[in-house]
């Protein structure tokens, strides 16, 4: 089974302020993993995705994270804070297609993390 | 290229009423998720589908809830004789293919169902 823990359910900092949200994940294989941001009332909006390639993965908006294996880790990080990213952000984990097991597709999703940027 | 729709974005329900919520995938996406958010909760799988076959349907409540995605015309998730505990946000997600690099979820706006 996989589950996703997001470490902060409110995160807030000043404008032009490193952003970091973090995601540890637990997976019997490898992962792809994903970050989501939800502004309020609206869907989900992809901002980067790890399907096992470079573990730096940049983004939409300026966003970066980057798998550590080691630390079953997939941090999110933007180094200026814009007021434009306050959001929810949600770290999400899936089965990759050649893992043999079921949960391919099924996207586990972390609890959230509210960003708040103050000016 | 429009996204995901859903429709309605709001529903309102009685207890014992049927909710029917519609998702309309990306054009060209045969792939079709359905996820719940509780309030205070992260999102939950429902089921996933493809054209007229439910793949996985391990988040589906046993009783009262269905989904269908038929071979012409949206997904509809259909939840019968409603309870307050359904009140959530339910969000629908597409995607092209079930293969590497083409497998990427886009998501609808949601359905916020209220039941009082």
């Known amino acids: 089974a996989q589950s996703v823990t997001q470490l902060g359910s409110h995160v807030s900092v000043s404008e032009g302020a490193l952003v970091l949200l973090r995601c540890n994940y637990s997976s019997s294989v490898p992962p792809y993993l994903f970050w989501y941001v939800q502004y309020p009332n609206q869907g989900l909006q992809l901002l980067l995705k790890y399907t096992s390639a470079a573990t730096l993965v940049k983004g939409i908006n300026g966003f970066e994270a980057e798998f550590k294996k080691s630390e079953t880790s997939f941090h999110l990080t933007k180094p200026s804070a814009h007021m434009s990213d306050a959001a929810e952000y949600f770290c999400a984990v899936t089965e990759p297609p050649n893992a043999g097991g079921t949960s391919y597709g099924k996207l586990t999703f972390g609890q959230g993390t509210i960003l708040t940027v103050h000016p | 290229n429009a996204g995901v729709m859903q429709n309605p974005r709001h529903l309102v329900r009685r207890r014992g009423q049927e909710a029917r919520l519609r998702c309309s995938p990306m054009k060209g996406h045969s792939h079709v998720y359905w996820y719940r958010q509780l309030p205070e909760e992260g999102l939950k799988f429902m089921v996933y589908?493809?054209?007229?076959?439910?793949?996985?349907e391990s988040g589906m409540p046993k009783e009262r809830f269905s989904a269908e995605f038929p071979k012409e015309g949206p997904s509809i998730l259909r939840i019968q004789q409603v309870v307050r505990g359904d009140s959530a946000a339910y969000f629908c997600?597409?995607?092209?293919?079930?293969?590497?690099?083409?497998?990427?979820?886009?998501f609808g706006p949601g359905t916020r169902l209220t039941v009082l």
């Open positions: 997600a597409s995607s092209l293919a079930r293969a590497l690099g083409t497998d990427t979820q886009y």
């Open positions: 589908l493809q054209k007229e076959n439910i793949i996985d």
